[in-house]
């Protein structure tokens, strides 16, 4: 069973603005360079390489060729090319991206919270007396700065998400299409 998004269609746009950028057709290059940033995939960041290339040869052919040669001509088809098809990728792997999004995201509040407990900073463990009010906040302060310079050293440590990622959509791809044997009784499934 497919595990859904419990983010919200906001959410969801808001973290897709970079598909805008492939519709200027020379900024495509930077919204997957972007994408594979955010979510460390070397595998987007070396598709952002691969659409910059137009760009980069339209410069290259503006500088050889200044008046509008063959080499421009082809430059320019490329951009096209690289444009049109940078977009119809950036919509095939949104969803993959808002995944890899969402459980990172998911990873770095689930470590705060681990922390959290670790250094009984719920709210139902931490209490305050009139009497050790002094005590009791210095305290609280010196756990919470501990917590968060804790939090943001671990929460910054680089997760390999691709090779988790790749694994699994690997052998979902490699494993057999389950087919319906008909029978003279009802349907039976097999995998």
Known sequence: MMNHSRKSLFWKLAQSWWILLTFTFLLNGIAFF?????VKS????????????????????????????LIATIAVSSIYVGGLSSMVHAFIIRKEFLIRLEGQQYLKEERFRQIQSEYALNSNKVHFNKEHSEVNSKVHSEVNSKVHSEVNSKVNIEVNFEEHFEEHFEEHFKSPVPKTIYTRGPLIRQS
Request: no cysteine.
């Open 34 to 38: 972007y994408i594979g940033s955010k």
């Open 42 to 69: 070397k595998r987007w960041s070396m598709y952002g390489a691969i659409y910059s290339f137009p760009f980069i040869f339209m410069i290259i052919a503006a500088i050889i060729d200044p008046e509008f040669g």
